[in-house]
Every structure is written in C-alpha cells, then in structure tokens.
T-cell receptor, first 113, second 112 residues
Framework: NAGVTQTPKFRILKIGQSMTLQCTQDMNHNYMYWYRQDPGMGLKLIYYSVGAGITDKGEVPNGYNVSRSTTEDFPLRLELAAPSQTSVYFC????????????FGDGTRLSIL | QQQVKQSPQSLIVQKGGISIINCAYE??????FPWYQQFPGKGPALLIAIRPDVSEKKEGRFTISFNKSAKQFSLHIMDSQPGDSATYFCAASRNSGYALNFGKGTSLLVTP
C-alpha cells in the first residue's frame, strides 16, 4: 500500500517558469490537501478538495491552482514561479474531514532561482 | 496570524528523560488537537490526538495533556529515546472543518 505519492521529490525552477506537482493516493480518500512548509513556520494549507471536481482555497492560495478530476489525483500547478514559492510542498489525504487523520506524502522540495 | 502557538522551538533531552512540548490556541471552536511527528525528508505522520472532552490521553510513552480553560495542550514523551529525535507539530481544527492549523514545530534532539 503506497499511501500518498508525490512527484517529483526535488525540482529547481527559474523565475517565471511553471510546473505541476503531482500527488496521487491509493486509499480511496475523498479529502485531499496541499500544504507548504517553510523553515520554522509550520505547514500552511494552500488548497483542499472534498471530492472529484470540488476544490477550495486554503490559507495561502495565491500563485497556485489545483484540479481534481479523479479521486486518486490532486495536482498542484504553479504559474509564473516566484522566489517566494521556494518551499517544501506536502500533499495529504484523509477519509473524512475534521478529526480524521491526514496522511502525508514525503514532499516535493522546490527551489526557484 | 498563527492560530496555534508552539514552544519551545528546539529541545535537547538526554536519553531516558522527559520531553515536554507546549501549545496554546485562541479559537474556542477548535475541538480536535493532534500531534504530528516528522523525520527529516519525510512527511508528517499522526502521533496522537485528543478531543477537549478529556484532559489526558496516553499511548505508550506519549501523553497529551489538555487544559480547556487555559486553551493549552502539551505533549509529554516519557523515557525519551534517540529514535524520538524529530520535529513535532501540534495542530488544531474544528471537527466540522477541513484545515489543520499547525504550530511552527519543535525540533527535538535526544542525546545518547
């Protein structure tokens, strides 16, 4: 059971480039999330989805877009990458909302130079 | 604005000692308080969680203490081991909500 899989693990982008961070889960979870983790700042929610075709903004959505066409996949799109988007990005999923445990992938380390 | 405040930022404990990490929150609507453990290069993993209807929850060497009136909760790691060296995050959320509000994390080092 792979759980939550994120690709790529590392990436370097130039300012203004775009890319998609991939996330897939095999637990048949309806709820999926994208967080960013900056040093000493904890994790902040970028976007979340409560099911295929339904997404909503989290605390820090600016500069990102998401889509959810299937239960398994929840890609995060960066358009016009900026240095402020240098971070570690984590995808997570859960069976339900609130007190249901969130299962995290191992992250994508993204540097924008 | 950080909805959950966590301290200390870093902690060094000798093997066999007790590690204590504290968190405080303001939003009284929060009713779920998990702790996550993160090893380098890995994603956070749920360690233990508590609801406000109990004051303490214990799982093995890990205990959450919860003080509803003070809006504080803490993680105690008894008999700390070098393998416990990791970053620990407290979090809070509403049972009806989606977002986990994380503290900034505590880097724990347990020395042999």
């Amino acid at each position: 059971n792979a759980g939550v899989t994120q690709t790529p693990k590392f990436r370097i982008l130039k300012i203004g480039q775009s890319m998609t961070l991939q996330c897939t889960q095999d637990m048949n979870h309806n709820y999926m999330y994208w967080y960013r983790q900056d040093p000493g700042m904890g994790l902040k929610l970028i976007y979340y989805s409560v099911g295929a075709g339904i997404t909503d903004k989290g605390e820090v959505p600016n500069g990102y877009n998401v889509s959810r066409s299937t239960t398994e996949d929840f890609p995060l799109r960066l358009e016009l990458a900026a240095p402020s988007q240098t971070s570690v990005y984590f995808c997570a999923s859960s069976y339900g909302q609130g007190s249901q445990p969130q299962h995290f992938g191992d992250g994508t380390r993204l540097s924008i130079l | 604005q950080q909805q959950v405040k966590q301290s200390p930022q870093s902690l060094i404990v000798q093997k066999g000692g007790i590690s204590i990490i504290n968190c405080a929150y303001e939003n009284t609507a929060f009713d779920y308080f998990p702790w996550y453990q993160q090893f380098p290069g890995k994603g956070p993993a749920l360690l233990i969680a508590i609801r406000p209807d109990v004051s303490e929850k214990k799982e093995g060497r890990f205990t959450i203490s919860f003080n509803k009136s003070a809006k504080q909760f803490s993680l105690h790691i008894m008999d700390s081991q070098p393998g416990d060296s990791a970053t620990y995050f407290c979090a809070a959320s509403r049972n009806s909500g989606y977002a986990l509000n994380f503290g900034k994390g505590t880097s724990l080092l347990v020395t042999p």
